[in-house]
């Protein structure tokens, strides 16, 4: 059950647990509702001891941001931090992930 799986995410030291797939009205309402993150409570009983932070990613899927895909299957540019390179692009590549979030 839902209870059970926070409860145990709770009591294993999980301090959050991220959705990788939801269903998509679930992922349309939360959207709509601003609620793609949540404390998880298992339990009013046991309180703080029972929740868990949770959210679900914003495309609805656990794939990366359009652009940030760094699978070697992948086309999008690699993420250089090394100032010695030429093509230097973390500044840029980490405000794209930000405006995406």
Request: hydrophobic share 35%.
């Amino acid at each position: 059950s839902a209870t059970q799986a926070a409860h145990l995410s709770a009591e294993m030291g999980f301090d959050s647990l991220f959705f990788g797939r939801i269903d998509y009205q679930d992922r349309e309402k939360r959207l709509k509702e601003r609620e793609m993150e949540m404390i998880w409570r298992a339990s009013p009983s046991l309180g703080a001891a029972a929740q868990v932070f949770a959210g679900a990613f914003q495309s609805g899927n656990y794939g990366p941001p359009p652009g940030y895909c760094f699978d070697q299957f992948c086309s999008d540019p690699p993420m250089q931090t090394d100032p010695r390179l030429e093509d230097v692009n973390y500044k840029s590549e980490v405000d794209g992930i930000v405006k995406f979030a």
